[in-house]
Antibody, heavy 120, light 106 residues
Framework: QVQLVESGGGVVQPGRSLRLSCAASGFTFSNHGMHWVRQPPGKGLDWVAV????????YYADSVKGRFTISRDNSKNTVYLDMNSLTSEDTAVYRCAKEQDNRDDFFDYWGQGTLVTVSS | IQMTQSPSSLSASVGDRVTITCRASQGIRNYLAWYQQKPGKVPKLLIYAASTLQSGVPSRFSGSGSGTDFTLTISNLQPEDVATYYC?????????FGQGTKVEIK
C-alpha cells in the first residue's frame, strides 16, 4: 500500500533553516510528481511546492519562493524540502502528497505530516 | 488564480442536503478536486475532474461545475461527514486550495 512518511520537523529559531524529508513506498516513485502542502495550526491547507517525476520541473507558492527548495532522489524514493530564512508564518504541519499521475495531478495520497514550529 | 469557498462553515441536520460552493478567479475548465479532512486526520480525496467520485467514496457525495463555479453536494448528511471540505484547482501552477468549509451537525 502507498505510504508517505515525513520527517525532519521540529522547533527552529526565526531566520534559521530546516530540511524536511518524505520517504515513499508502495508505488513507483519515479513515475509521479510530488508536492508539499502545509497547514498552520487550526487553519486551512496551503500548497507550498511541486516537483515533477524526473525532478526537472519545480514550482513554488509565492510565499516561499526564493526561500524554499524542493528536490527528490528517485534512487532513495524520497522528496525533500529545504527551508531557509524561516519566520513564524512558516509554522505549520508539513505534508507531502503524491500526484495520481502526470495528467491528473491532484493528490491521491497524503502523508501524516511533520510539525515545524518557528519560535525564538 | 484564487479559489474562494462559501460558506466558511455550516450546521445542518442528519439527512439534510448540503451544498458548498467554490469559485475560481479565472476559468479552470474542470480541473477541480474536493478533499475531506476530518478533525486530526489527513485530507482525503473525494472528487476530481469536478464531478468524478474517487473510488470508495459514498455516492451521497457529488460534484458539479466547470469554468469558474463549482459545487460539492452531500445528500442525506451523516454524522461521519463532520469535517472540513476543501476545493483545489490542479493541472498547473499554483495548485491552490479554497479556504475550507467546516460542516457540523445540528
Amino acid at each position: 500500500q502507498v505510504q508517505l512518511v515525513e520527517s525532519g520537523g521540529g522547533v527552529v529559531q526565526p531566520g534559521r533553516s530546516l530540511r524536511l524529508s518524505c520517504a515513499a513506498s508502495g508505488f513507483t516513485f519515479s513515475n509521479h510528481g510530488m508536492h508539499w502542502v502545509r497547514q498552520p495550526p487550526g487553519k486551512g491547507l496551503d500548497w507550498v511546492a511541486v516537483i515533477s517525476y524526473d525532478g526537472r520541473t519545480k514550482y513554488y507558492a509565492d510565499s516561499v519562493k526564493g526561500r524554499f527548495t524542493i528536490s527528490r532522489d528517485n534512487s532513495k524514493n524520497t522528496v525533500y524540502l529545504d527551508m531557509n530564512s524561516l519566520t513564524s508564518e512558516d509554522t505549520a504541519v508539513y505534508r507531502c502528497a503524491k500526484e495520481q499521475d502526470n495528467r491528473d495531478d491532484f493528490f491521491d495520497y497524503w502523508g501524516q505530516g511533520t510539525l515545524v514550529t518557528v519560535s525564538s | 488564480i484564487q479559489m474562494t469557498q462559501s460558506p466558511s462553515s455550516l450546521s445542518a441536520s442528519v439527512g439534510d442536503r448540503v451544498t458548498i460552493t467554490c469559485r475560481a478567479s479565472q476559468g479552470i475548465r474542470n480541473y477541480l478536486a474536493w478533499y475531506q479532512q476530518k478533525p486530526g486526520k489527513v485530507p482525503k480525496l473525494l472528487i476530481y475532474a469536478a464531478s468524478t467520485l474517487q473510488s470508495g467514496v459514498p455516492s451521497r457525495f457529488s460534484g458539479s461545475g466547470s469554468g469558474t463555479d463549482f459545487t460539492l453536494t452531500i445528500s442525506n448528511l451523516q454524522p461521519e461527514d463532520v469535517a472540513t471540505y476543501y476545493c483545489q484547482k490542479y493541472r498547473n501552477d499554483p495548485w491552490a486550495f479554497g479556504q475550507g468549509t467546516k460542516v457540523e451537525i445540528k
